[in-house]
């Protein structure tokens, strides 16, 4: 998972970088010590950051941090790659009729004597309720938002979601959900969408035909990827 993890955070330009587990420690959002930490603050832990300097040793199967303090944050991947080896699991077993979910991360398989799962996906401003609900057979779906770990400070919502480039929670929009085949992937560009503008999110997805996305930025703004077909 950390090598995967590494060889996204090469892809995005380090937008989604695992490394930034210092800074997602100094802002501890959802935590009872969360703050707004000061620039100060900030600037010291910034020699910490970055995932070229994490080294990977697969002979011994060791991951070595070249500066003492660096700390791996795992949370934009790992409960995707477990989804996904768990809807292996299931597969390489002949059980092809299933609904894995994770919290925010949903696999199924082929729909069980019906044509399609359904899935809701929450509304940020409503968490009680969904705002569309999508038709899925053998794909994940994977929502990233600022409505399950969040913190207020004086009346500003600061989500637990870091941008490793400006060190501050990202606040382009209230949630982004990714559908895909794969549960790993989505788990990883639904965080990099997250942190992204949504015009230039909307530029990823649409040059890549393995994923669509739905943004919510309010309740009267909410922005499809062009071939989003599964409403």
């Known amino acids: ?5 590494i060889e996204y955070s090469k892809l995005s330009n380090g937008l989604f970088d695992i490394s ?30 970055g995932y070229n300097d994490i080294e990977l040793n697969d002979t011994d199967r060791t991951i070595y941090l070249k500066r003492k303090g660096m700390i791996i944050d795992l949370g934009g991947i790992a409960k995707g790659y477990v989804t996904e080896l768990v809807g292996n699991y299931l597969e390489d077993n002949n059980i092809n009729n299933y609904i894995i979910n994770a919290g925010g991360n949903v696999k199924v398989g082929k729909a ?10 929450t509304d940020p401003d409503n968490t009680s309720n969904i705002f569309t609900k999508v038709n899925v057979n053998n794909l994940s779906v994977v929502t990233s938002g600022n409505y399950q770990r969040y913190c207020d400070i004086d009346n500003i919502r600061y989500s637990h979601i870091i941008n490793p480039i400006t060190k501050n929670p990202s606040n382009y929009m209230k949630s982004v959900t990714v559908i895909t ?3 790993l992937l989505a788990d990883i560009y639904s965080t990099y969408l997250y942190l992204l503008p949504v ?10 035909s393995d994923i669509e996305a ?15 077909n599964y409403e």
């Open 1 to 5: 998972v950390v090598k995967k993890g």
């Open 20 to 49: 930034v587990g210092p800074i997602v420690k100094l802002w501890s959002i959802g935590l009872p010590e969360a703050k707004v930490p000061t620039q100060e603050e900030i600037h010291e832990r910034l020699p910490l950051i």
């Open 112 to 121: 069980y004597n019906k044509e399609y799962y359904v899935v809701g996906i």
């Open 181 to 183: 085949k794969s549960s």
């Open 199 to 208: 015009d230039k999110g909307l530029e990823v997805v649409n040059n890549n």
């Open 214 to 228: 739905i943004w919510y930025i309010d309740k009267d703004n909410i922005v499809r990827s062009d071939n989003f």
